[in-house]
């Protein structure tokens, strides 16, 4: 069996990696509409509310739950500027 160039290598790892790209997006997608969903159902929407002080709500409510079960990490900080697209 012949040995693969490195562009062959390359641009199997490259298709991989758009793969796993696509995975990942799909996966952010639906937690956000789950969490979409809930905050709809708790009112949120309703709210007269900016865009910042509503992500700073939620990350203090995700530091809350994180310090609860034991996790260390700090949540990735929210993109502001694409929800206000929405």
Do not use: C, H, W, Y
């Not at 990350?59 to 809350?64: L, Q, T």
């Amino acid at each position: 069996m012949a040995r693969k160039t490195l562009a062959e290598r390359r641009s199997e790892k490259l298709g991989e990696l758009e793969r796993i790209k696509s995975d990942l997006a799909r996966i952010e997608e639906r937690a956000a509409m789950q969490i979409g969903k809930l905050a709809v159902r708790a009112g949120l929407a309703d709210l007269e509310v900016d865009d910042e002080q509503l992500a700073k709500e939620f990350a203090a409510v995700a530091a809350k739950f994180q310090s609860k079960s034991g996790k260390k990490d700090k949540p990735t900080p929210p993109n502001v500027a694409s929800a206000s697209q929405d």
